[in-house]
């Protein structure tokens, strides 16, 4: 498969604990993003990197949320002390410049 | 800041009836456009994309999407919708120094009744 894969698909928590959503971008892309989508709501931009480097990051992305990218290639996004507000789609794209494509999605539900 | 507007969030359709949605972007410098669609239970997917050229982009499954520059829009079209056109559509713009940074509107939701 050549596209971008994330791990798990779904994902469900109780508040408070921590969670940990795994990424595998398209392997000669050196752009990875992430995004959250809420109910109703289009994807909103979280962080991007390029290669190992992580350029830029929402005000959207709290304390509680980090995100790696260690050796350039898969990106893990960990999300501390979850809350409930934190249920939604976790989307990861990967891109070659403009051009790139957005993997399936991780799908949180806080309790 | 640079925004999305998708002016209807729900629309219902009958098969064979014609659509056109609407989008228009806040960005004064150069962009890169995209309508993404999302089926029920599966992840998005790109429909169209306009970079440069002829402003008339066609997509897969028969969407269409003409860019007007002076009025920063995008609307997506397709003269005769199905069942299965039943989906989530989201217009989305790249600015061109934005790299893969995709800033989407809040969907229009398109139910084609059979």
């Known amino acids: 498969d050549t596209g971008v894969s994330q791990d798990p698909r779904h994902k469900i928590t109780k508040r408070g604990q921590n969670v940990t959503f795994r990424c595998d971008p398209i392997?000669?892309?050196?752009?990875l993003y992430w995004y959250r989508q809420t109910l109703g709501q289009g994807p909103e931009f979280l962080t991007y990197?390029?290669?190992?480097?992580?350029?830029?990051k929402s005000r959207l992305l709290s304390d509680r949320f980090s995100a790696e990218r260690p050796k350039g290639s898969f990106s893990t996004l960990e999300i501390q002390r979850t809350e409930q507000g934190d249920s939604a789609m976790y989307l990861c794209?990967?891109?070659?410049?403009?051009?790139?494509?957005f993997g399936p999605g991780t799908r949180l539900t806080v309790l | 800041a640079q925004s999305v507007s998708q002016h209807n969030h729900h629309v219902i359709l009958s098969e064979a009836a014609s659509l056109e949605l609407g989008c228009n972007y806040s960005?004064?410098?150069?962009?890169?456009l995209f309508w993404y669609v999302q089926y029920p239970g599966q992840h998005l997917q790109l429909l169209l994309k306009?970079?440069?050229?002829?402003?008339l982009v066609k997509g897969i499954k028969g969407f269409e999407a003409e860019f007007i520059k002076s009025k920063f829009s995008f609307n997506l079209r397709k003269p005769s919708v199905q069942w299965s056109d039943t989906a989530e559509y989201f217009c989305?713009?790249?600015?061109?120094?934005?790299?893969?940074?995709?800033?989407f509107g809040a969907g229009t939701r398109l139910f084609v009744k059979a």
């Open positions: 306009y970079f440069s050229g002829d402003p």
């Open positions: 990197f390029q290669n190992e480097a992580q350029l830029e």
């Open positions: 960005y004064g410098g150069t962009v890169n």
């Open positions: 794209a990967s891109s070659l410049g403009t051009s790139g494509f």
């Open positions: 989305a713009v790249i600015p061109s120094t934005g790299g893969f940074k995709t800033i």
């Open positions: 392997s000669e892309h050196n752009r």
